[in-house]
């Protein structure tokens, strides 16, 4: 499988990015997606996560209210909404598949994903 990411650049406080994580080599049916940021000299971390089985998604409080996760298991890519940008949202975000994924929800713990994009570098600037 492999898994892309598209869609970050440069934005200022307040606005807006959306992400998109496109796997090729699996469908989409039975999977869950999580989403994870890196800034510099910090731990990884989740985003959210989606899981294809029951369109749950789950928002860490850090970002719930801003952001939103949503599936197109037709076009094999989940989308990472961000809104109200905030300089703090800076970091490399990276989405991850898990598959076979037949759970109802999905996990926020990076080690539960096998396989990783390239990550997609975002910077909230004015």
């Known amino acids: 499988a492999q898994v892309v990411e598209s869609g970050g650049g440069l934005v200022e406080p307040g606005g807006s990015l959306r992400l998109s994580c496109a796997v090729s080599g699996f469908t989409l049916d039975y999977y869950a997606i999580g989403w994870f940021l890196q800034a510099p000299v910090q731990l990884r971390e989740g985003v959210g996560c989606i899981s294809g089985r029951a369109s749950f998604a789950h928002l860490p409080d850090s970002v719930k209210g801003r952001f939103t996760i949503s599936g197109d298991n037709a076009e094999n890519t989940v989308y990472l909404q961000m809104d109200s940008l905030k300089p703090e949202d800076t970091a490399v975000y990276s989405c991850?598949?898990?598959?076979?994924?037949?759970?109802?929800?999905?996990?926020?713990?990076?080690?539960?994903?096998?396989?990783w994009g390239q990550g997609t570098q975002v910077t909230v600037s004015s």
């Open positions: 991850a598949l898990r598959y076979p994924w037949y759970g109802y929800d999905c996990s926020d713990e990076a080690s539960e994903y096998s396989y």
